[in-house]
């Protein structure tokens, strides 16, 4: 079946699944596109200004980012035509270098950008140490590119190019961004065009030029290239082909299930030619594929540049695009076959070199041997690796801040003691064995020979148990004490009998001591996480958990941990680090820089890492899900000197504490909403009885205004005025108390909902009816759809709703302008929306005008008493739908909207009835 379709002809929900995510994706992310020469001078620079200008042609926003003309008249006539982004200047070892602004293309944020020599090597003190991580954040954030490259930058065939050319590339960049790239144009020209351009000076100048053409650019060498640009162009359409063909299967065949690979590398230089060939045998198959290295309890103690070569090799693979892991145990195949057996892996590449080692591929403890002889019907793949007879110094740490245990001075030390004092245990029972001699007889000397070789073996490992062995059997025959000891060939076969007997029971004492070692290591591990786990469960409130998290690092993994968190009203401004009085404060620029970039892309940063990697700690986002709630910024930490897997536990640790910190803020947020619940009952009840007992005097004084105004005779018109004004403030003030009684009544619950059928129109009148004070003469238009089902509300609140609405609106409009009502609905809700011409509502409260006493002063009159708009919001609520409010764009005013659900009609009665 293929990868869209199962068996049964149904689609696979898996396959859809992926299908919307890489879709997702790719809308979030912006397009690639990449020019791709064989080698510089073919014109993928001239190719791509010419490009841009044909998209600014077509009025997009084209700007060009950095661009490398290398003083080709025609290239640079290409690039003034198009706006330019100034360099960023950057100060290096007392001159300034000029590089690509990274900062400033964000803030610009241009349609598309023209990026230039995407495998160049940032200046020291920028942000990315390469062009293409630059790339990648901006891909990152929307934009869209257009790049050049050339062949011999790609990492997959970085060797290939070396073997052709002789020239061995210092800048690479990672075969994913070719396989991303939205679109990759071949940029091609014949050999001897190439040539003559590199005559005539038009790719390099001078000297340069004539060196370039004895030695890089030969025709063999570029024929060479060539051919593997238009193979990778061939892969690249084959693949576009192959994805068409799954997500359309009408128009070609259907493909098979997917093969995976595993490849598992060790510390061996030669493995890179592994990984390199294990990508292209991958892409070939069209595969996923794994690389794995296993870490015995003898590895844990290798030399540093063994650790450097096994994690230069893993971040080869992750270049690649190979997912990578480091496994621990003590049996190297076992491990690779149940790691194989959970990722359902087809075939195992290995590697073999070519020395004595591959004629004793069929020997049982060797991994060949065990991968061949297993149950699982797993392909094992033997690639030959060719022998570095020697690595230059600039390639032998490609990751200088590699991740595992170092073979220490000081462990270097304990073990040649080791070794000394079995050396000298030999001697002593040589010399216990000649004064017992005559006692102990021929096997008991043996015996005791095998004795103290076996307690050695205890103590010391495996070689310290054969050193005792063979110094003690050396010395009793070197220095004449062989009394009586045979050395005929007997002896000297239950000699070999007793050494084959000591090292199998060194080997056994070996295996159970780095089986303890590896135990103690997951116990560590694992205990160190439940220390943490549970100081953080008995932590409170944020800074409870994240003191906990500091005091706990420090004690358990001896690192000093600070956080960098966004503000609590937003995670867009500036983060703030805890605890701010720290001694790390000192180079606070770039740490927050770190942290934010760190916050913002959900990746590593700082030591260790390729972003920001000079400062002198490492940051780790803590992710709940896929939100970032801060960011880990460690410091005091020796890389070099961490146990095995130290990164990805780190990351387990900081995961931990977004956890504990997410469940902080909830709680957090539940409290005050518990608290605001309980002070609103309080208001509510406060609110309630005030105005019940302000219910009866104001009816009074409203009573005697009134009955004065109609008796006012013999009265001044100063003294009508203030009589007029007594009973306008007494009625306001009289609705004011109506509104509090009422939301009072709909915040308790008491209120219950009467609903009825009931059309849109006679609401409208009687709400027409009750605004004509306060919206005295106002222009009033309605535009009602024909279809507009009747509403099953609570006729009497709906008409509050509408009254409160109309009466803001025309509280804040002027007077010369009219008030809209348009109403529609859907298949699910009915919406009505109340549309003014006033003033709008400031920015950033259009939330915050629908909570009680939330008011808006209008710049000419008076505001209401913030009530209104909360009584709406509240009855909106109970009815089940949802209330908001937006600016106009195009001229001033206000919309404010509401919905109540939409339900199925009653009947209509049939006649007679």
């Known amino acids: 079946m293929s990868t869209e379709d199962r068996a049964d002809g149904r689609p696979d929900p898996d396959a859809l699944l992926a299908q919307v995510q890489r879709e997702e994706e790719a809308r979030r992310r912006g397009r690639l596109k990449i020019f791709l020469g064989a080698a510089p001078g073919v014109g993928k620079t001239y190719a791509m200004l010419r490009y841009g200008q044909q998209e600014a042609a077509k009025g997009v926003d084209v700007l060009v980012g950095i661009v490398e003309t290398h003083q080709r008249r025609e290239t640079q006539v290409m690039a003034d035509a198009l706006p330019t982004l100034p360099r960023a200047r950057i100060p290096y070892r007392h001159i300034v270098l000029e590089e690509f602004d990274l900062d400033a293309a964000l803030d610009r944020r241009p349609e598309l950008l023209l990026l230039d020599e995407l495998a160049h090597s940032n200046a020291p003190g920028s942000r990315h140490k390469k062009r293409w991580q630059d790339l990648e954040e901006l891909l990152d954030a929307g934009f869209s590119v257009a790049t050049t490259v050339n062949i011999q ?101 259907r493909g098979g299930s997917r093969d995976r690979l595993l490849v598992a590398v060790s510390g061996r230089p030669e493995d890179e030619h592994l990984v390199r060939a294990a990508y292209h045998l991958a892409t070939a198959q069209r595969a996923d594929w794994l690389v794995v290295h296993v870490d015995t309890p003898r590895g844990l103690l290798q030399r540093p540049q063994t650790q450097a070569w096994i994690w230069n090799h893993l971040h080869l693979a992750e270049q690649l695009g190979a997912e990578t892991a480091r496994l621990t145990g003590v049996n190297i195949g076992a491990e690779i076959l149940a790691y194989a057996r959970l990722r359902d892996v087809t075939q195992v590449v290995l590697g073999q070199t070519q020395g004595l080692r591959k004629f004793l591929w069929w020997w049982p403890g060797s991994l060949t041997a065990h991968l061949l002889n297993s149950e699982r019907g797993i392909d094992v793949v033997i690639h030959p690796l060719p022998v570095k007879k020697s690595v230059p110094e600039d390639r032998r740490l490609r990751n200088k801040q590699y991740l595992g245990m170092v073979d220490t001075p000081l462990r270097r030390r304990t073990r040649n003691r080791a070794f000394v004092i079995s050396g000298g245990l030999g001697l002593a029972l040589s010399g216990l064995a000649w004064s017992l001699g005559a006692y102990l007889g021929f096997a008991g000397i043996f015996m005791l020979y095998m004795l103290g070789a076996v307690g050695a073996a205890l103590r010391y490992g495996r070689w310290p148990s054969l050193i005792t062995f063979v110094a003690a059997v050396v010395s009793y025959y070197s220095f004449g004490l062989n009394r009586g000891l045979p050395t005929t060939f007997g002896s000297l076969a239950y000699f070999a009998l007793i050494l084959s007997l000591i090292l199998l029971i060194s080997q056994l004492v070996a295996r159970s001591h780095e089986q303890e070692l590896m135990a103690r290591i997951r116990e560590r591990r694992a205990r160190n996480l439940y220390q943490l786990v549970q100081a953080l469960s008995g932590a409170r409130g944020i800074e409870g958990v994240l003191n906990a998290s500091i005091e706990k690092l420090r004690q358990t993994l001896d690192v000093t941990a600070a956080f960098w968190l966004p503000p609590t009203d937003s995670t867009s401004g500036a983060l703030q680090m805890f605890p701010a009085s720290t001694e790390l404060e000192a180079p606070q620029r770039n740490l927050r820089a770190a942290a934010r970039w760190s916050f913002l892309n959900k990746k590593n940063a700082g030591m260790s890492t390729d972003t920001l990697a000079e400062l002198p700690a490492l940051f780790m986002p803590m992710l709940s899900g896929e939100r970032a709630l801060g960011v880990m910024m460690l410091s005091n930490i020796d890389l070099r000197q961490a146990p095995v897997d130290w990164l990805r536990f780190l990351e387990t640790v900081a995961r931990l504490i977004a956890v504990a910190l997410d469940s902080a803020q909830a709680s957090l947020q539940r409290t005050e909403a518990d608290v605001r619940l309980r002070v609103e009952q309080l208001q509510n009840a406060l609110l309630g009885a005030v105005s019940h007992d302000l219910r009866t005097p104001l009816a009074g004084v409203l009573g005697t205004a009134t009955t004065l105004q109609r008796n006012a005779r013999g009265l001044t018109v100063e003294e009508r005025g203030l009589l007029e004004n007594i009973r306008e403030q007494t009625e306001k003030m009289e609705h004011t108390v109506d509104r509090i009684l009422h939301m009072a009544a709909l915040q308790s619950g008491r209120l219950r909902l009467q609903k009825e059928w009931v059309p849109l129109e006679d609401l409208l009148v009687t709400v027409r009816e009750q605004i004509k004070t306060v919206c005295t003469d106002r222009p009033f238009q309605v535009r009602i759809s024909r279809d507009l089902p009747l509403l099953h509300v609570d006729p009497q609140l709906i008409v509050q709703v509408l009254t409160n609405l109309l009466e803001n609106a025309c509280r804040y409009t002027p007077s010369d302008r009219g008030i809209e009502l348009e109403a529609s609905a859907d298949d699910t809700e009915i919406k009505v929306c109340v549309i003014d011409h006033g003033y709008g509502v400031p920015p950033g409260r259009e939330e915050e005008i629908f909570l009680r006493f ?34 106009r764009v195009v001229v001033h005013g206000a919309v404010f909207c509401f919905t109540v659900p939409r339900e199925t009609e009653p009947p209509m009665p049939a006649e007679g009835d």
């Not at 679109?183 to 590199?198: A, M, N, T």
């Open 854 to 887: 939330s008011q808006v002063k209008p710049p000419i009159g008076l505001g209401g008493s913030g009530l209104g708009l909360a009584i709406c919001a509240a009855i909106i609520e109970l009815h089940g739908g949802r209330i908001w409010v937006r600016n």
């Open 153 to 253: 930058h790609l990492e997959s065939v970085h060797e290939v190019v070396q073997q052709i050319t002789g020239v061995q590339v210092q800048e690479t960049i990672p075969d994913r961004l070719i396989q991303r790239a939205d679109e990759v144009i071949l940029v091609d020209i014949s050999d001897e065009d190439l040539l003559q351009r590199l005559k005539e000076g038009k790719v390099y100048l001078g000297e340069r030029g004539q060196h370039a053409m004895t030695h890089f650019f030969r025709k063999g060498n570029l024929i060479a290239l060539r051919q593997l640009a238009l193979r990778l162009a061939a892969d690249r359409v084959d693949l576009e082909l192959r994805q068409f063909r799954q997500q359309n299967p009408e128009e070609g065949q």
